[in-house]
């Protein structure tokens, strides 16, 4: 399994994450656990909002079937969403919905914890009162954001003494905007539209990790592009390559963001435990520079 350093941290991690949407409607949630340590996963990604907290209670009682320690484990959580509601970065709600979160987990502390989407009402000062109480209490070792632009990561920064590690993004072969607008840059199209602040060079600038988030999906939860019909030509050339680098097309999407060098992760969300050993084994694929523009173009996009 290939690792990256987390952030500015010196903290090693695993480039490919466990995301733990789903795992409520896993059969043996346990065996997922256990696969996706046993292929040297060893970072899970949870937040309060999934399955309404129901996802963090079935990790813990899975997790306690195991034979793993909680030292074994890096355990990431997010909190700031409201459900249908409302965005909520106050003080108050940050610090109960990690207190609930640790409840749910059962654990005395989550390694990390990110600000979900972002909260327009925020107010920097209680977001770093927050922070500071968690850091202080021991109940959080690393902050970040998620789904988060460069200016409004800054202003969080004017008041939060924590260094933000990392921001979770959608981000994939068919969700490459990211990318594209760097590509296209002078040019009048679509795709050269800045629409998230030049996230990518500022990641690569600030030390932030990516955490691409439903690599596999395009649009917004629209479906999966590996396999469907609508992309005939991006689906040919992964099992093209896939054979070519002994792997599959999802192995292979997946190596198509680790390729690159802003030392991403990937959140692979799938319960299916032959899906996880796949993506694992993947991580340390490392393609060419033609591979890697090849299956650019075949998703649909165009070198200017």
């Given at each position: 399994?290939?690792?990256?350093?987390?952030?500015?941290s010196?903290?090693?991690?695993?480039?490919?994450?466990?995301?733990?949407?789903?795992?409520?409607?896993?059969?043996?949630?346990?065996?997922?656990?256990?696969?996706?340590?046993?292929?040297?996963?060893?970072?899970?990604?949870?937040?309060d909002?999934?399955g309404?907290?129901?996802c963090?209670?079935?990790?813990?009682?899975?997790?306690?079937?195991?034979?793993?320690?909680?030292?074994?484990?890096?355990?990431?959580?997010?909190?700031?969403?409201?459900?249908?509601?409302?965005?909520d970065?106050?003080?108050?709600h940050?610090?109960?919905?990690?207190?609930?979160?640790?409840?749910?987990?059962?654990?005395d502390?989550?390694?990390a914890?990110?600000?979900?989407?972002?909260?327009?009402?925020?107010?920097?000062?209680?977001?770093?009162?927050?922070f500071?109480?968690?850091?202080?209490?021991?109940?959080?070792?690393?902050?970040?954001?998620?789904?988060?632009?460069p200016?409004?990561?800054?202003?969080?920064?004017?008041?939060?003494?924590?260094?933000?590690?990392?921001?979770?993004?959608?981000?994939?072969?068919?969700?490459?905007?990211?990318?594209?607008?760097?590509i296209h840059?002078?040019?009048?199209d679509?795709?050269?539209?800045?629409r998230?602040?030049?996230?990518?060079?500022?990641?690569?600038?600030?030390?932030?990790?990516?955490?691409?988030?439903?690599?596999?999906?395009?649009?917004?939860f629209e479906?999966?592009?590996?396999?469907?019909?609508?992309?005939?030509?991006?689906?040919?050339?992964?099992?093209?390559l896939?054979?070519?680098?002994?792997?599959?097309?999802?192995?292979?999407?997946?190596?198509?963001?680790?390729?690159?060098?802003?030392?991403?992760?990937?959140?692979?969300?799938?319960?299916?435990?032959?899906?996880?050993?796949?993506?694992?084994?993947?991580?340390?694929?490392?393609?060419?520079?033609?591979?890697?523009?090849?299956?650019?173009?075949?998703?649909?996009?165009?070198?200017?």
């Open positions: 399994m290939k690792q990256i350093k987390l952030g500015t010196d903290q090693l991690v695993s480039a490919v994450v466990l995301g733990c949407m789903r795992i409520n409607g896993a059969e043996k949630p346990e065996q997922v656990i256990d696969t996706a340590f046993e292929n040297g996963i060893n970072f899970f990604d949870h937040a909002i999934y309404q907290g129901e963090e209670t079935i990790f813990s009682e899975a997790l306690a079937k195991t034979s793993l320690q909680r030292e074994d484990l890096f355990i990431q959580t997010k909190c700031g969403i409201v459900p249908g509601v409302m965005f970065f106050s003080k108050k940050i610090i109960e919905s990690v207190e609930n979160s640790l409840s749910r987990l059962k654990m502390y989550v390694d914890l990110l600000l979900h989407r972002p909260d327009t009402l925020v107010e920097p000062e209680e977001v770093a009162a927050a500071d109480e968690l850091e202080q209490s021991g109940k959080v070792r690393y902050f970040g954001v998620s789904n988060q632009k200016m409004q990561i800054e202003l969080l920064k004017k008041y939060v003494k924590q260094p933000l590690v990392a921001n979770q993004l959608q981000f994939g072969l068919k969700h490459s905007g990211m990318i594209d607008q760097g840059v002078n040019m009048t679509q795709a050269s539209i800045d998230d602040g030049s996230v990518l060079d500022y990641s690569r600038l600030h030390e932030m990790t990516i955490q691409a988030w439903s690599p596999y999906q395009y649009g917004f479906g999966v592009f590996i396999g469907n019909e609508k992309f005939p030509e991006l689906n040919q050339k992964l099992a093209e896939a054979e070519k680098y002994h792997t599959t097309p999802t192995g292979l999407s997946s190596a198509w963001i680790l390729r690159h060098p802003a030392s991403m992760q990937v959140i692979a969300g799938t319960m299916n435990l032959s899906r996880i050993a796949e993506i694992a084994r993947a991580s340390t694929i490392e393609l060419s520079r033609e591979d890697w523009y090849a299956l650019y173009q075949a998703a649909g996009n165009i070198l200017p």
